[in-house]
């Protein structure tokens, strides 16, 4: 059972482009969420979906950034038009849901630097 | 809202020599709390959790943490560190909340710990 797979695992964008990443759960698993960690920051909650549904997306910034993930692929971050102070790495988890028995396997990340 | 803070950002340590990275939380409702590693490039492991029961949690690779509600604590320990355990470490929290009836979690994470272990 492969774990959570994230593409790509580095991603170069210039100022204005759009960056779309990527992100596979594990096998069964049917819940998403996305972080962003900053540099030399913790990461912090952007996005938690479940399939075809966004569940919570209080950390997600209010423009250029969404998420989805459909019935059938991966989850995908799009950001529109990035900026500088979007460079980060953005890791994506995924579970079988919540509760005792359960856990949040993270990928790898995709660092994405805007330059 | 929840918030964790991780009260050294860096702790050098010589190896064989014990640990303790620690982690404070506040929350005004009940939550879960973990810690993960986190190696170079790498995504993030966990190496434990506390959900309920027993406050002393023992993990993988030799951690352990205790938790200690009167101090809002969550401090992970190991006896014994080798240079493998060379990474940076997060304590996390989550509350486990509702939403169109499903139940999900979100973790809310502290700055990280780098743990670099010496010679």
């Known amino acids: 059972n492969a774990g959570v797979m994230q593409n790509p695992r580095h991603l170069v964008r210039r100022r204005g482009q759009e960056a779309r990443l990527r992100c596979s759960p594990m096998k069964g698993h049917s819940h998403v969420y996305w972080y962003r960690q900053l540099p030399e920051e913790g990461l912090k909650f952007m996005v938690y979906l479940q399939k075809e549904n966004i569940i919570d997306e209080s950390g997600m910034p209010k423009e250029r950034f969404s998420a989805e993930f459909p019935k059938e692929g991966p989850s995908i971050l799009r950001i529109q038009q990035v900026v500088r102070g979007d460079s980060a790495a953005y890791f994506c988890?995924?579970?079988?849901?919540?509760?005792?028995?359960?856990?949040?396997?993270f990928g790898q990340g995709t660092r994405l630097t805007v330059v | 809202a929840q918030s964790v803070t991780q009260l050294d950002s860096q702790v050098p340590v010589f190896e064989e020599a014990p640990v303790e990275l620690r982690c404070n939380y506040s929350?005004?409702?009940?939550?879960?709390l973990f810690w993960y590693v986190q190696y170079p490039n790498q995504g993030l492991q966990l190496l434990l959790k506390y959900l309920s029961g027993s406050t002393l949690v023992k993990g993988i690779n030799g951690f352990e943490a205790e938790f200690n509600k009167s101090q809002t604590s969550f401090h992970l320990r190991k006896p014994s560190v080798h240079i493998s355990d060379t990474a940076e470490y997060f304590c996390?929290?989550?509350?486990?909340?509702?939403?169109?009836?499903?139940?999900?979690?979100?973790?809310?994470f502290g700055q990280g710990t780098i743990l670099t272990v010496h010679p």
């Open positions: 988890a995924s579970s079988t849901g919540w509760g005792a028995n359960t856990e949040a396997f």
């Open positions: 996390a929290v989550s509350v486990i909340g509702n939403a169109g009836g499903t139940s999900y979690g979100k973790l809310t």
């Open positions: 929350s005004s409702v009940s939550v879960y």
